[in-house]
C-alpha cells in the first residue's frame, strides 16, 4: 500500500494520471500533455496569488473574515479578465470529463454515487468565475477513487462538486477559479 | 446585540429542565494517575440550547473526571460564514472548559469552513489534516472531504512513525455506520482501512451520522460514532448486524481514557445518562480484545 501511495503522489506531482483500485482508468484513455497544460495554468494562478495577502492563525473569527474577504477581493481584481474556460480550457475539460465519467460506470459506480449522496448535495446553483463559492453549502465528499485518478491540487486549491458541476476552488478566498459545467451525470 | 446573544444562551442553558434537574453523574472510567483523558464530541456547533446542555454535561463530567483536551469529530460550526458564530457555537458553550485550560483539537467536517483551519482554538494550525501526541498515544485529525493521494502519503509517512504508542484517528465521515441518514462511508473505507491495518491503529473517531453508535470490532480495529453532540436524529440508528452498542434518543459525548494498554470509553446523555461503557485492552499492534462493555439499547 505504501508503494502505491508513494507511486500516485510521484505520479501526481509530474501530472501522469494516477491509476488505483478498485476501478482503473486505463493510461491510454488520458492524455498526459494536456494535464501538463493545466499544471501550467495552475503555476500561473499560484504566482498570482502568492503576491496577496495570507489567512494565519488567529484566536479571532473576525479577522478570518476579514481576511478571506481581503484575499477574494484582491484576487477577483488580480484577474478581472478571467472567465470560464481559462482553467478549465475545453481540452483540458475533455480529459477531467473522461476521468470523471468513468468513475461513473463500472463496478465502483455505486460507491462514487453514494459517497456524493452522503455530502448531503445541493441541486445545481448558478456558478461564476471569481464569485464567491455558495455560503452555507455543505461540502461534498471528492470521491477519494476519483481524487487518485486527477492531476493534484497545491494547497489552497480543491476540486468540488456542485450539483453536477466540476469546481476548482480557491479554499482560503472561497472564491469560485473555474468550474466544468455539467461534468458529474 | 453581543451581549443579548451571551445573555440568550446563558438563560437557555440555566432554564432548561434537564439543567434543573442534574442527575449525579456515574463514571465508570477509573481515573488512574498519568492517564490520557479526553472527549469526543461530533456534528455539535449548532449554537442551539441543546448543544449548551451536552457542554454543561461536559463541564460536570470534567468535575470528576478532569480530562485535558477534546477531539472534535466535524460539523464544529455550521454556516460558520458570520461575525458571532464561532462565539455563539463554540467559545460560549464550551467557555467553562477552556477557561479550565481543556484544549480542542478539530477535524473538519462537510458544514465546516475550511478557513477554520486558521482558529487558534481549534489548534489545526492552518492545516487540512494534522497529528499530535499525547502521553503514550498518536492522534491523526483527517480531513474526509477531501481525501487526496497527498493527505493518504502522509498519513502513511505519520502513521509509520507511531512505535508502539496506540494510534487514533479521528474525521467526519463513519467507515461504518448503522445511521440510516448516511451510513458506512464505503468509498473512504475502501481507501483507509488498509491503511489503518497496515500501520496498527487501534480505535477511529467519526461523526456525520446525528447519532452514537460503537460498531463491533472490523478487522480487529474499533469504530466509534459521535455525531449527535449538537445536532440529532432521533430514531435513526437501525440497529444492523455492524452494531455493538448505539444510542439515538438524545444528544450525547463521548469521554476516553487511556492508561498503558487499556482504553476506558463512557458515552453520556445530554441528560446524564451513561449510553454506553467499556474498556478495551490493547494486545500488540494490531489485535484487541472483545470488550467489556455494557450499553443501552438503541
Redesign the interface.
Known sequence: MGAIVWFMVLAGAALIPVSASPQQVSPASVDPPAWRGFNQRVQQYLVLRKALPQQRTTKRQEEIIDRRRALAQAIRESRAEAKQGDIFTPEISEQFLKVIRSAFQGSNASNVRRTIRQGEPVPSLHLTVNGAYPQHLPLTTVPPTLLLRLPQLPERLAYRIVGHDFVLQDTEARLVIDYISGALP | MRLMRRLTFLLAVVLSPQTLSLRAQDLTLPVKSDSVRFAAIGDMGTGEPAQYEVAQRMLQLHQKFPFTFVIMLGDNIY?????????KKFELPYKPLLDAGVQFYAALG??????ER????FNM??QQYYSFKKGNVRFFALD???????Q??WL?REL?KGGTDWKICYFH?PLYSSGSF??S????R??LE??FL?YGVQVVFAG?DHVYERVKPQKGIYYFTEGASGELRAGNLKKTDLTAAGYDKDRSFLSVEISGDDLYFQAISRTGLTVDSGNIRRQGAIQSSVPQTSAVSP
Open positions: 454556516g460558520g460564514n458570520n461575525p458571532g458564530d464561532f462565539e462537510n458544514h465546516d469552513d475550511t478557513n486558521f482558529y487558534k482554538f494550525d492552518g474526509s472531504n477531501y481525501l487526496d493521494p497527498k493518504l502519503s502513511e509509520a465521515h448516511h451510513g462511508s464505503t468509498e473512504l475502501a481507501v488498509p491503511v497496515k456525520h
